[in-house]
């Protein structure tokens, strides 16, 4: 899958950052295709996706007008609009960093787990459904996350 990215932060992403984000998406989407995850008919059907890298006062902005929540966000998923897409991903960097060093663990590790939650949410998942639904949902993303870790 094309992974399209867009910064529109001041920090300049690396090459290196780039390539991460386009591996790690697609090694994520072939594990979930291969579990047999909910739509992956809708997976395999799509062939773009695009992240989208913000700031913590963008991210507020959005997180508020969507959701009503007046905070930065780690990550936020939008459906497509277009048919070959698969949808948007919107991460706060700033908030990852920061979620990252609570957790004891690298920015990467912190970004390829939230990449996990975002297609997930894609996907039709949604952990604030149901409890049900919350317990499924982290099931699987851990389980992916447990199983692939980091590029």
């Given at each position: 899958?094309?992974?399209?990215?867009?910064?529109?932060?001041?920090v300049?992403?690396?090459?290196?950052?780039?390539?991460?984000?386009?591996?790690?998406?697609?090694?994520?989407?072939?594990?979930?295709?291969?579990?047999?995850?909910?739509?992956?008919?809708?997976?395999?059907?799509?062939?773009?996706?695009?992240?989208?890298?913000?700031?913590?006062?963008?991210?507020?902005?959005?997180?508020?007008?969507?959701?009503?929540?007046?905070?930065?966000?780690?990550?936020?998923?939008?459906?497509?609009v277009?048919?070959?897409?698969?949808?948007?991903?919107?991460?706060?960097?700033?908030?990852?960093?920061?979620?990252?060093?609570?957790?004891?663990?690298?920015?990467?590790?912190?970004t390829?787990?939230?990449?996990?939650?975002?297609?997930?949410?894609?996907?039709?998942?949604?952990?604030?459904?149901?409890?049900?639904?919350?317990?499924?949902?982290?099931?699987?993303?851990?389980?992916?996350?447990?199983?692939?870790?980091?590029?």
């Amino acid at each position: 899958m094309k992974v399209i990215q867009v910064n529109q932060t001041a920090v300049r992403q690396a090459s290196k950052d780039a390539k991460f984000i386009e591996l790690s998406v697609n090694k994520i989407l072939k594990y979930l295709i291969a579990k047999k995850v909910r739509n992956r008919i809708f997976l395999k059907s799509k062939k773009e996706l695009t992240v989208v890298f913000l700031t913590p006062k963008q991210m507020k902005k959005i997180n508020f007008q969507y959701r009503k929540k007046n905070k930065p966000t780690d990550i936020l998923s939008f459906a497509a609009v277009e048919s070959a897409s698969m949808g948007e991903l919107l991460l706060c960097t700033a908030v990852l960093r920061k979620q990252a060093k609570d957790h004891d663990h690298s920015l990467d590790a912190e970004t390829f787990y939230m990449l996990i939650h975002g297609v997930l949410h894609l996907l039709g998942y949604d952990h604030e459904a149901s409890e049900k639904e919350e317990r499924l949902m982290f099931r699987i993303q851990d389980q992916c996350f447990k199983t692939l870790g980091p590029v």
